[in-house]
């Protein structure tokens, strides 16, 4: 069983930057993957990043990368999603999640995820 707590959500200005936190429990965070999915209001959940269990292999959707990077540290068994140059559209609820087996090709797939966290809100205003 792995707890996920989220937090660094907050309202910021376009162009500004946030960086999020997920805070794991458990002894076994280092042997999940971990992404990165938002919600805008009146849409589905969508992929945004994602790490691998050692963090040598990171992954993003084409709407984030290049602004957005994904980290984490097993030491402090946490992951981090930095956000630079937020848009408006960037505006979601936030959630990371834990994967403890997938693909490289499968690491946006929802479906893969075990655990979830409740989420933070981000909002950029223009």
């Known amino acids: 069983q792995v707890h996920l707590m989220e937090s660094g959500g907050g309202l910021v200005q376009a162009g500004g930057s946030l960086r999020l936190s997920c805070a794991a429990s458990?002894?076994?965070?280092?042997?999940?993957?971990m992404g990165w999915f938002r919600q805008a209001p009146g849409k589905l959940r969508e992929f945004v990043a994602a790490?691998?269990?050692?963090?040598?292999?990171?992954y993003y959707a084409d709407s984030v990368k290049g602004r957005f990077t994904i980290s984490r540290d097993n030491a402090k068994n946490t992951v981090y999603l930095q956000m630079n140059s937020l848009k408006p559209e960037d505006t979601a609820v936030y959630y990371c999640?834990?994967?403890?087996?997938?693909?490289?090709?499968?690491?946006?797939?929802?479906?893969?995820?075990?655990?979830w966290g409740q989420g933070t809100q981000v909002t950029v205003s223009s």
């Open positions: 999640a834990a994967a403890s087996w997938t693909t490289a090709q499968a690491m946006g797939v929802q479906q893969n995820y075990d655990y």
């Open positions: 458990g002894r076994t965070f280092s042997s999940y993957a």
């Open positions: 790490i691998s269990w050692s963090g040598g292999s990171t």
